[in-house]
């Protein structure tokens, strides 16, 4: 069954930067399932894939128009320590839920100065070209669920987030 809208795709992928340093890689876990055409990934990899079938593997670059987007300087901004609550440790590469008039957006600390922290508001992969190697697992028709809601259900619940603007959360995703 090849890859189209609408179908349930399974793919083990690496995922590297223009150095070749490994950014991601489901070896030793479990491969991505998305969904195929709804913006569950990045646009340029959608493309890449679209016709392929279980069994076919691909190489390809990503340029940043067509993953994550440039950098954008405006997203980077200065907030107040107190901002983040009592008693919470922030420090550079921490990353942080901010809600907002936007919605739920990751925010990662730049540089704490005193009590003025820097965050940058960019996805980390922004402005980078992104070299994939992909290989198809299986495709498979999608549930009406799935459908209906845009995205392969797990066995997961939804959840559902808060918009309290200038209200920061700890997320523990900072690489130590």
């Known amino acids: 069954m090849e890859i189209k809208k609408d179908r349930v795709v399974t793919i083990d992928y690496t995922l590297r930067d223009d150095t070749g340093r490994l950014i991601d890689s489901s070896a030793g876990s479990e491969p991505l399932v998305y969904l195929h055409g709804n913006e569950n990934i ?12 279980p069994g076919e593997a691909i190489e390809c670059s990503i340029k940043p128009g067509d993953a994550y987007g440039d950098r954008d300087e405006a997203l980077v901004f200065k907030v107040q320590k107190k901002d983040f609550g009592e008693n919470v440790e922030v420090a550079p590469g921490m990353q942080f839920e901010a809600h907002g008039e936007n919605g739920v957006q990751i925010v990662t600390v730049v540089k704490v100065d005193g009590e003025e922290v820097t965050l940058d508001a ?23 669920e799935e459908l209906e ?20 959360e700890v997320e523990d995703s900072s690489e130590s």
């Open 42 to 53: 990045i646009p340029g990899l959608e493309k890449e894939l679209e016709g392929k079938n």
């Open 122 to 144: 960019n996805h980390p992969l922004a402005g980078e070209t992104l070299h994939f190697d992909v290989k198809v697992v299986d495709v498979r028709e999608a549930t009406p």
């Open 149 to 168: 809601h845009g995205h392969v259900h797990t066995g997961h619940d939804h959840e559902e987030f808060e918009e309290d603007e200038e209200d920061f």
